[in-house]
């Protein structure tokens, strides 16, 4: 019991003792941290009191520096506003003195227009009275002299203007002349072409005249066969070995010539027989009318063309004008388009399209009323034809204006084309009239004695009456002359129109 009652008692003096030195570190620490702190805080007092006071003298200062630098804007301002004052008052004087030299201009303007108007009033009068004395010397009224000086000035403005005409379409001619021929000797140059004249209508020559006589057939009946089936006329008449077959249809006569030629080879003539041979024949041509077709749209190099376009094409090699071969002549028209639009830097392709098919019409201008132009242009339409080739192959005769470049081309390569030495051959009845035509257009004009229609029908000379006629008047006549020409006749090429006066020529070719 001692040992553990003294254990307890020890341990109980420990605790205490523990506690009562725990207390003694706790109350110095703690006194060391409130003297620590009440240091600081006395110094954060002394440093802030020492901040306060410099803060007060720097803003002294910085308003005593505002307080100057206010003073001397004030008295800058006040200056400005003095100095402002005194322009102000220099310019108000100024407006006042302007004012007063407008108010005396005013007044002297409103003297000088009373007058301006007083003398206006006294010129009318002089003028009104020198009027009157000039018509009185000169015994006509002003409008009469005003007409007499108008016709004087009418007629030096017409002669001035008939030399301007002239020197212009002179120097306008010549340039025209010079690149025109310059184009259409390199088309030319690169075009050839023969051409062999046919007839429209087919000889078919027969070993003797007594086939004459089958032909015709008992009562007739193997000829009104023939006919009846090719839908041409067989002319058997007194010409030695020989039958004329006669058809507006180009084609047809080519079936009828060829139908013809087989029954007299085969020998056996009758209506069976003719029927069969028709039948052959007619898909003989219409084999050969394709074939040429073809053969002409590759010959020019123009594609996509529609199957009824070629066939059309292809039979034109049996249609021709004026002895020329339509088909060749298309592609003969379409060789020189071609080279002309190349020449001119336009679409080649499109011309040489345009130039093949620009007679189309004529291939079916026996079954359709119209001009083969618009014939033409309406199935090239129908079969859907570029707008721009239905157009040249409406206007390549003139019977639309032109609205392309192309279709003046293929109007030109027309021309050339036919009106090439040796092309066409035309009857003389047409060649005659042709030439009184253009004569009389000639000779209707006031102060014509007398023309003459020269180099078939290429030229046209007209003589003149020297007293009526002036070289002005011969000018201007010459003019209106080609115009009339040209609106009124139909003509292949180029036509010279010739005005002869006193031994002076005045030309104007169209």
């Keep these: ?12 003096l420990g605790v205490v003792l523990g506690y009562v030195i725990n207390r003694f570190l706790v109350a110095s620490k703690a006194n060391q941290a409130r003297e620590s702190a009440e240091r600081m805080l006395a110094d954060a007092q002394k440093q802030a009191e020492t901040t306060k006071k410099e803060m007060l003298l720097e803003a002294k200062d910085e308003i005593f520096h505002l307080k100057a630098q206010s003073e001397e804007e004030a008295k800058e301002r006040r200056k400005d506003i003095t100095a402002m004052e005194a322009r102000l008052l220099q310019r108000e004087e100024s407006i006042e003195r302007r004012a007063e030299s407008l108010d005396k201009r005013e007044h002297a303007l409103s003297s000088q227009v009373g007058q301006v108007a007083k003398r206006e009033k006294d010129l009318e009068d002089a003028i009104a009275e020198e009027k009157s004395r000039l018509e009185a010397l000169a015994g006509m009224s002003s409008d009469q002299a005003k007409t007499v000086l108008l016709d004087r000035i009418r007629q030096d403005v017409s002669h001035d203007a008939a030399i301007i005409v002239r020197e212009g379409e002179q120097r306008a001619r010549e340039e025209a002349d010079r690149k025109a021929r310059n184009i259409i000797g390199i088309a030319i140059g690169r075009v050839a072409a023969d051409h062999t004249a046919e007839s429209t209508v087919s000889v078919v020559h027969i070993p003797s005249d007594d086939l004459k006589g089958r032909i015709i057939g008992r009562e007739g009946r193997n000829i009104r066969a023939f006919e009846q089936l090719t839908g041409i006329n067989l002319i058997i008449d007194d ?14 006569r080519e079936v009828g010539r060829i139908t013809l030629e087989n029954l007299i080879a085969d020998g056996r003539i009758h209506p069976a027989r003719i029927e069969e041979m028709f039948k052959k024949a007619e898909a003989l041509v219409d084999q050969q009318v394709h074939e040429a077709g073809e053969q002409a749209v590759f010959d020019a190099g123009v594609h996509n063309l529609h199957s009824d376009i070629v066939r059309t094409l292809g039979r034109l090699k049996y249609r021709t004008s004026y002895g020329q071969n339509v088909l060749n002549h298309s592609l003969e028209v379409a060789y020189l388009s071609g080279v002309v639009a190349a020449e001119l830097g336009l679409d080649p392709a499109l011309a ?17 009323e ?31 204006e032109p609205q392309t470049v192309e279709a003046v081309i293929v109007q030109a390569a027309d021309a050339i084309s036919a009106a090439r030495p040796g092309a066409r051959r035309e009857t003389l009845e047409s060649y005659i009239k042709r030439l009184e035509k253009l004569e009389a257009l000639a000779e209707a004009h006031k102060g014509v004695e007398k023309s003459y229609a020269m180099q078939a029908g290429r030229e046209i000379r007209v003589m003149v009456k020297p007293e009526e006629i002036s070289d002005a008047d011969a000018t201007l006549m010459a003019r209106d002359l080609a115009k009339q020409i040209e609106e009124e006749l139909q003509y292949p090429g180029q036509i ?6 006193e031994s002076r020529a005045i030309d104007y070719a169209k």
Excluded: Q, W
């Excluded at 001692?2 to 109980?12: R, S």
């Excluded at 010409?239 to 047809?252: C, G, H, M, N």
């Design 370 to 400: 119209g001009p083969h132009a618009v014939i033409g242009a309406d199935l090239a339409r129908r079969l859907g034809e570029n707008k721009e080739v239905v157009h040249c192959i409406e206007a390549h005769h003139g019977d639309v």
């Design 239 to 252: 010409t030695p070995e020989a039958v004329i077959l006669s058809s507006f249809d180009p084609v047809r």
């Design 496 to 501: 010279k129109v010739m005005i002869i006066r």
């Design 352 to 368: 040489k399209r345009a130039g093949l098919l620009h007679d189309l019409g004529k291939a079916i201008d026996h079954e359709i």
């Design 1 to 12: 019991m001692g040992p553990v009652v003294y254990a307890l008692i020890g341990l109980a």
